[in-house]
């Protein structure tokens, strides 16, 4: 890794602070303390591409494992992660390389629509895949009744979807810097 | 920014890092597999008393503690819909205890201590090209640009209003533009120190 390449993961894990503290934009129909975070996830991987974006995510929950306050509401440590929401806090950084794989692959023909599609699947799928499960074990409640439970997230998730590809299609005509990959 | 931790010199205080986050794990597979409310009731009251001994004020443990109670409190109610009190009474020891038993380690343990125990822990991955002593530089750096992205924000915004401008998706992009040359310009800075050549960046009074 590259010493600006070290500049850019602890931009974006700040970026990540940021948003979880101060409601940079405030999204309609959602509590404002749930918001922002997940954006952090999708503007790491569509900005930085996977291997950057994800780390900088890690780095991000790592803040939290050592017990800095960096989740909305000023929470941390490793109550929240062990807590029945940690599986999302977990699943940023896989969220964050999976929206970086796909901007990676598709970013010769990237548009708003190819954004919409990498953010959605990275940033929302790959979160509920992993964050669901983790709550359905660690409350004992039937992994159905966790998905059904989940349906609040969606309308805040697509808002942020669409916010946070705008913006990715924005800063990569104005600072591209994922590396594109040939599709295999 | 404020750490979780709160000091005092107690046992648990002295425990190393490591052995702590061990037995935390420890502790969180060993509660699933504890199916009497007696049992757990046990658990839970033996993490409630590490309380006093570490000397963690309970106004404090509280603080910590109050944000994952609704949520438990709603897992609790469902599971009395769903399957029966027993297993309702179950779940929410189980949670309680794991989370109190966390916050107990985030209490009791210097930031700076779990950041050497993440360094110690990656060391075995160095084969794979992973560089656990950049991990202290990586979290100095995120906490540094932290306010410095405020900063930034609270200029986008300003020359927006100066505009007339409100709309929020045209405030990240200035925003993330803004901050993504600072980060290139702290990069080429670090570069200038002889970062690259692998040694520690010269350290300067903050």
């Known amino acids: 890794m590259r010493t600006k390449d070290i500049a850019l993961v602890a931009l974006f894990a700040a970026i990540m602070v940021v948003l979880g503290f101060f409601p940079l934009i405030e999204l309609p129909l959602v509590p404002a303390p749930f918001t922002s975070q997940t954006l952090g996830v999708m503007l790491a991987g569509s900005i930085l591409g996977a291997r950057r974006g994800g780390l900088a995510i890690l780095l991000f929950v790592l803040l939290v494992l050592v017990g800095l306050p960096v989740l909305p509401g000023g929470r941390g440590g490793l109550g929240v992660i062990l807590g029945p929401t940690g599986g999302f806090v977990l699943a940023y950084p896989v969220g964050a390389f999976v929206v970086g794989l796909l901007t990676e692959r598709l970013w010769r023909r990237y548009n708003l629509g190819v954004a919409l599609l990498c953010n959605a699947i990275g940033g929302a799928l790959v979160l509920y895949a992993i964050g669901i499960p983790w709550m359905s074990v660690v409350s004992g409640m039937p992994l159905a009744d966790a998905i059904t439970g989940s349906v609040v997230f969606l309308p805040g998730d697509a808002i942020k979807v669409v916010i946070g590809s705008l913006a990715a299609v924005a800063v990569r005509r104005a600072y591209p810097l994922v590396e594109p990959r040939v599709e295999a | 920014m404020l750490s979780l931790y709160h000091d005092a010199d107690t046992p648990v205080h002295a425990l190393p890092a490591g052995a702590k986050l061990l037995v935390l794990f420890g502790a969180g597979t060993g509660l699933f597999f504890v199916r009497s409310i007696p049992g757990l009731a046990v658990a839970l009251a033996a993490v409630v008393l590490c309380h006093p001994v570490a000397r963690v004020p309970w106004r404090t443990a509280w603080r910590q503690a109050r944000p994952v109670l609704p949520f438990t409190a709603l897992i609790v109610a469902a599971q009395v819909v769903l399957t029966d009190w027993a297993t309702a009474v179950l779940v929410g020891e189980r949670i309680l205890a794991?989370?109190?038993?966390?916050?107990?380690?985030?209490?009791?343990?210097?930031?700076?201590?779990?950041?050497?125990?993440?360094?110690?822990?990656?060391r075995p991955l160095r084969p794979l090209g992973v560089r656990p002593e950049r991990v202290g530089l990586l979290v100095a750096l995120t906490i540094r640009f932290i306010p410095v992205i405020r900063e930034q924000a609270e200029q986008v915004r300003a020359a927006q209003r100066a505009r007339g401008v409100e709309r929020s998706s045209a405030f990240l992009t200035p925003l993330l533009i803004k901050t993504l040359r600072l980060a290139d310009g702290l990069g080429e800075a670090l570069d200038a120190r002889g970062f690259e050549a692998g040694e520690r960046p010269h350290r300067t009074s903050r």
């Open chain 2, 98 to 122: 794991l989370v109190l038993l966390a916050n107990l380690v985030t209490l009791t343990t210097r930031t700076s201590a779990m950041i050497a125990a993440v360094e110690a822990a990656l």
